[in-house]
């Protein structure tokens, strides 16, 4: 059957207007959620550690500056993120002797490793809880580690959302080059080489960037 030009563009109207209707009573795609970028409130979070010092004892201590930021995804807690950097001259153990030794080249070497930093690779489910991946460099050596940790919140304050994050790991510093020690007369060392590790974070969600 051939058609003229007016019934073809009589049947192309129609087509066009058989797909707007569609068009228009389907209902809207709903947007997909982003995860939220929190920062690091310095002003309420800790990063801190304890070595045993002779044996008998345990010297605790924590960096007061520091940075970071956490890609939250609240539906999906496995595509999140964090990064965290550390500066490893702001070590205080309350001891200005002891500061300034842990800072030169028999420890961390600040002058030279400025910065501690740790970039998550991986979130995995771990039983009830979560655990996080990555890469931790200090003292100019990146090993991966893996820790687990919980989250508390979010809750709204002041119309920001805030967020908690609590963890704990231990790290063998000779791993990392941090290799200072003495032995005691007793056999035992000076400065133990597992150092534990806490972390209490404080994080607040931060604005959207404009469009």
């Known amino acids: 059957m051939r058609f003229s030009s007016f ?3 009589v049947l192309t109207l129609c087509f066009v207007g058989l797909f707007s209707s569609l068009t ?3 209902p ?3 947007p997909v959620k982003e995860a939220s970028t929190f920062g690091i409130d310095g002003a309420h979070s800790r ?4 070595v045993k010092h002779m044996v008998i004892n345990t010297v605790y201590g924590n960096f007061n500056k520091f940075t970071g930021t956490i890609r939250f995804d609240e539906k999906d807690i496995t595509k999140s993120s964090v990064e965290v950097t550390i500066k490893a001259d702001s070590i205080n153990t309350n001891n200005e002797g002891r500061d300034k030794h842990l800072r030169s080249a028999d420890f961390f070497d600040v ?3 400025p910065e501690i930093t740790f970039k998550s690779t991986k979130i995995v489910k771990k039983g009830k809880g979560y655990e996080c991946i990555g890469q931790f460099t200090m003292h100019g050596v990146t090993q991966n580690i893996a820790f687990p940790f919980t989250i508390n919140g979010p809750v709204t304050i002041g119309g920001k959302p805030r967020m908690g994050i609590e963890a704990s790991l231990t790290l ?3 791993l990392y ?3 200072w020690s003495k032995k005691l007369d007793t056999g035992g060392a000076a400065v133990d080489d597992n150092v534990n590790i806490t972390l209490n974070i404080e994080a607040v969600k931060q ?3 404009k469009q």
């Open 47 to 50: 990063i801190g550690f304890g």
């Open 207 to 209: 604005d959207a960037p």
């Open 111 to 113: 002058e030279k490793f």
């Open 28 to 30: 809207p795609v709903p």
């Open 177 to 179: 080059g941090v290799s």
């Open 24 to 26: 228009l009573a389907a």
């Open 172 to 174: 063998n510093r000779q």
């Open 7 to 9: 019934s073809k563009s």
